[in-house]
């Protein structure tokens, strides 16, 4: 199972509210009925907590290794999406997150899951 004890964070480098997003295009887990590869795309969208003795953000590098430790995982796409939110969120405690995966097109139907906690800042509003 991907293990969350991967991710590392820093503090955040502003006391004004900002967004990061972060796009990992090589994303791949495995189909938990056939175990076949998924390739995927996957989108992390958050905000810090306002100040820099309140809000984090995860570092890059362990954020790569977490995501590649999927690659032999058999879980399917909304389990994967609730799971990299889950475990962003509970490493950063962020005002507001979403998780958007996009995976390739098999048998005709491609999936886009999008799982988000908290409430978006007005411009990322659907």
Known sequence: MP?????EAFPTPS?????????AEEFTSQCPKTGHPDFGVVTVRFQPRPGRDQGVCVELKSLKIYLQSFRHEGIFYEAVTNRI???LAALMDPAWIMVRTDWRGRG??????RAARGEPPAEYRL
Do not use: C, N
């Not at 006391?15 to 796009?23: I, R």
């Not at 005709?108 to 899951?113: D, F, K, M, P």
């Open 108 to 113: 005709g139907i491609r999936s886009t899951i």
């Open 15 to 23: 006391d004004s509210p900002f967004v990061v997003e972060h796009v």
């Open 3 to 7: 293990d969350a004890s991967l991710l």
């Open 85 to 87: 939110r889950d475990d």
